[in-house]
């Protein structure tokens, strides 16, 4: 059974950085064609595409984010790390994890997500 | 890497069918095989309901179906039951490579 569980700090100031992590089972990010994928949804508004790491250690960035945004992996620990620097009260949004198998190009299994509020 | 566009809300009667657009470019949509949708019932996470334009996950009922044409995609839901009433997004991956865009999101009501 694939799952995966996002945690970090429910509250960030203006100006810090947010680092989340997201801890997965089930499944080897090692593994041919398995990735994961971050996706952020600000309170009432729509899902937007943030990063992705795939199981050669390859990344991949939103454009509009990318000098803010990094991911990592951890494959010891099965996690993979994201970090949004410079944050400000518009990054405020429920931040999700999910996986992502190539050559599927789809999110088949998504964490619960995790509230994080810039105030 | 701008959202794709989905019209913002949707309704149809029980038992009948609802479709929703979401048009991208010839980068995104029109360039892609990968194309899919997301259902999101309110404080909810997103569940697939469809996969490379047109395939249903195992467990989908086949009530939900999706086609391409040109740089639009369209998710028709056929039969609607009160439990379809939710927010859907699609989603495409931006021709060969591995960036995403998800749909502005369209609220479907069931009357």
């Known amino acids: 059974q694939v799952t995966l569980r996002e945690s970090g700090p429910a509250l960030v100031k203006p100006k810090q950085t947010l680092a989340l992590t997201c801890t997965f089972s089930g499944f080897s990010l090692t593994s041919f064609g398995m990735c994961v994928s971050w996706i952020r949804q600000p309170p009432g508004k729509a899902l937007e595409w943030l990063a992705f790491?795939?199981?050669?250690?390859?990344?991949y960035y939103n454009s509009s984010l990318r000098t803010r945004l990094t991911i990592s992996r951890d494959t010891s620990k099965n996690q993979v790390i994201l970090t949004l620097t410079n944050v400000d009260p518009v990054d405020t949004a429920a931040y999700y994890c999910a996986r992502v198998r190539h050559p599927w190009n789809f999110f088949d299994s998504w964490g619960q997500g995790t509230l994080v509020t810039v105030s | 890497q701008s959202a794709l566009t989905q019209p913002p809300s949707a309704s149809g009667s029980l038992g009948q069918s609802v479709t929703i657009s979401c048009t991208g470019t010839?980068?995104?949509?029109?360039?892609?095989?990968?194309v899919s949708w997301y259902q999101q019932h309110p404080g909810k996470v997103p569940k697939v309901i469809i996969y490379e334009v047109s395939k249903r996950p195992s467990g989908v009922p086949d009530r939900f179906s999706g086609s391409k044409s040109g740089n639009t995609a369209s998710l028709t839901v056929s039969g609607l039951q009160a439990d379809d009433e939710a927010d859907y997004y699609c989603?495409?991956?931006?021709?060969?490579?591995?960036?995403?865009?998800f749909g502005t999101g369209t609220k479907v009501t069931v009357l």
């Open positions: 010839g980068s995104d949509v029109g360039d892609s095989n990968s």
């Open positions: 790491i795939d199981w050669d250690g390859d990344k």
């Open positions: 989603c495409s991956d931006v021709g060969d490579t591995r960036l995403f865009v």
